[in-house]
């Protein structure tokens, strides 16, 4: 089993929800990019997701198109993104995910970037803007070198679509909550909701959901029909306002943390997840 399907696993017979966080790689700098990686592993993360910083993340609200624009000043790349998860990975065995618009990877090298991505400790890659129609090749290399890809879905994918992803995605679906740009929200839609029952009548892969999600309370919602919460535009907000601060690794650890709900939340949600995933 890779290690997205253990955490999966482990979680599912625990009976409590998957805690995702996001950040950006460089931001606000590498050196404190891999202290958060450990720090988010120290606080409960599940698994993380590491952005790759593009100059044009049409995927993303202000809080993460700033994030980039801090990494890009500080002149951070895909390689640099690597060895710091490389170098993090010698502390954490928490899986990662690399999140990352295509044109990266491509500029990169496809072969290449599995290579050395395998070889860093990275677990599975999800690209923003690559459809499933023109992701065999991609999907391909990454099967060779024992690669998650990873894909999103929103409230506006078809049907057929679905059905493709299903058939192409491993280790979880990624579902959008709402349509639009990532960035937090005062409240849940039922979108997500109802999206996530979809994705089971195709796929038994595990499913996180995220875009908008940013208190506690959103966190046990989540969790109430799907198996995982992704956390990015708040912590990376977070982030941002502690750039400068010596505390900021710490105080992003102490912000994680009162994302978790009461672990007796958990209850409830094994009880009402498994009637959501029976639907």
């Known amino acids: 089993m890779s290690r997205i399907e253990d955490t999966f696993a482990e979680l599912k017979r625990s009976g409590r929800g998957g805690f995702i966080p996001f950040i950006t790689a460089g931001d ?3 050196a404190t990019s891999e202290l958060l990686l450990i720090e988010l592993a120290a606080a409960g993360a ?9 100059s044009d993340p049409v995927a993303d609200g202000e809080v993460i198109q700033r994030a980039s624009e801090r990494a890009l000043r500080n002149g951070v790349t895909l390689r640099d993104a690597l060895a710091c998860v490389a170098r993090a990975r010698e502390r954490i065995d928490v899986p990662v995910v690399l999140f990352s618009y295509f044109n ?3 500029q990169f090298g496809q072969r290449r970037l599995v290579s050395e991505a395998k070889q860093a400790g ?3 890659v999800l690209v923003t803007d690559l459809i499933p129609e023109e992701a065999q090749s991609w999907t391909g290399v990454l099967y060779q070198h024992k690669l998650d890809p990873i894909f999103l879905v929103a409230p506006t994918t078809s049907d057929k679509r679905l059905a493709r992803i299903a058939q192409q995605v491993r280790g979880f679906i990624y579902a959008v909550s709402r349509a639009g740009v990532t960035g937090a929200r005062d409240e849940m839609t039922r979108d997500a909701e109802t999206l996530v029952r979809r994705v089971r009548s195709v796929s038994d892969l595990p499913v996180a959901v995220g875009f908008g ?3 506690a309370e959103q966190v046990r919602e989540v969790w109430r029909f799907a198996d995982a919460a992704v956390v990015g535009s708040a912590i990376v907000r977070e982030i941002e306002k502690l750039v400068g601060s010596p505390n900021l690794v710490n105080r992003i650890g102490e912000f994680v943390q009162s994302l978790l709900p009461p672990k007796q939340s958990t209850i409830e949600r094994t009880t009402i997840g498994r009637s959501t995933s029976n639907a």
């Open 46 to 54: 599940d698994i993380i997701e590491l952005g790759v910083p593009f």
């Open 122 to 124: 990275i677990d599975a």
């Open 104 to 106: 990266p990877l491509l």
């Open 213 to 215: 999600i940013s208190t």
């Open 28 to 30: 606000p700098d590498l």
